[in-house]
T-cell receptor
Framework: GEDVEQSLFLSVREGDSSVINCTYT??????LYWYKQEPGAGLQLLTY?????DMKQDQRLTVLLNKKDKHLSLRIADTQTGDSAIYFC??????????????FGKGTKLSVIP | IAGITQAPTSQILAAGRRMTLRCTQD?????MYWYRQDLGLGLRLIHY???????GKGEVPDGYSVSRANTDDFPLTLASAVPSQTSVYFC???????????FGPGTRLTVL
């Protein structure tokens, strides 16, 4: 089954806020990440949050972490057409003694309507 | 070279042929990864390497092999390609395992 879950699609109007949600399962995850993938391109790191933080803000991006519910969200303020992309949530998870890997969600496709 | 590069950009391959996808990074990152991205399945880890000289299996390793002879290069080999290996392949690297990963532009592989 899918350990990191995201809704597959989100559609918003230009200028509105977008909120992309993610749930994860490993309570020992140290870092949680948001990546952006534009059409035909690789993944680009947008932002990340350490597990002992509740919130992180970076310009138009706000990340909220609810560790109790294992819920992560990415809010994009004043969404622009250039924000149209697929957004991946990822958790850093221990995969063996001293070894960590990223586990990705399936991605949320954000469509911005002009 | 700046960052992480992959070659080829795209390839059409006959089933049964051998194919090596190349990945090179110039950031002196210790860890490198290969993923495949398929519609509806997201990104799945094929193989990884935490440091030069070591490799490990990811979620979907069957049909693929990797080597890590040095820090910069992490080739992915399909010994005998099958149509189910049609996908977009991404290489990534990180300073060490678990850190943020930097992705290459991807290789689109079609196996007929």
């Amino acid at each position: 089954g899918e350990d990191v879950e995201q809704s597959l699609f989100l559609s918003v109007r230009e200028g509105d806020s977008s909120v992309i949600n993610c749930t994860y399962t490993d309570s020992s995850s140290t870092y949680l990440y948001w990546y952006k993938q534009e059409p035909g391109a690789g993944l680009q790191l947008l932002t990340y949050i350490f597990s002992n933080m509740d919130m992180k803000q970076d310009q138009r991006l706000t990340v909220l972490l609810n560790k109790k519910d294992k819920h992560l969200s990415l809010r994009i303020a004043d969404t622009q057409t250039g924000d149209s992309a697929i957004y991946f949530c990822a958790e850093s998870r221990q995969s063996g003694a001293g070894s960590y890997q990223l586990t990705f969600g399936k991605g949320t496709k954000l469509s911005v309507i002009p | 070279i700046a960052g992480i590069t992959q070659a080829p950009t795209s390839q059409i391959l006959a089933a049964g042929r051998r194919m090596t996808l190349r990945c090179t990074q110039d950031m002196r990152h210790n860890a490198m990864y290969w993923y495949r991205q398929d519609l509806g399945l997201g990104l799945r880890l094929i193989h990884y390497s935490n440091t030069a000289g070591t490799t490990g299996k990811g979620e979907v390793p069957d049909g693929y092999s990797v080597s890590r002879a040095n820090t910069d290069d992490f080739p992915l080999t399909l010994a005998s390609a099958v149509p189910s290996q049609t996908s977009v392949y991404f290489c990534a690297s990180s300073k060490s395992h678990g850190n943020e990963q930097f992705f290459g532009p991807g290789t689109r592989l079609t196996v007929l």
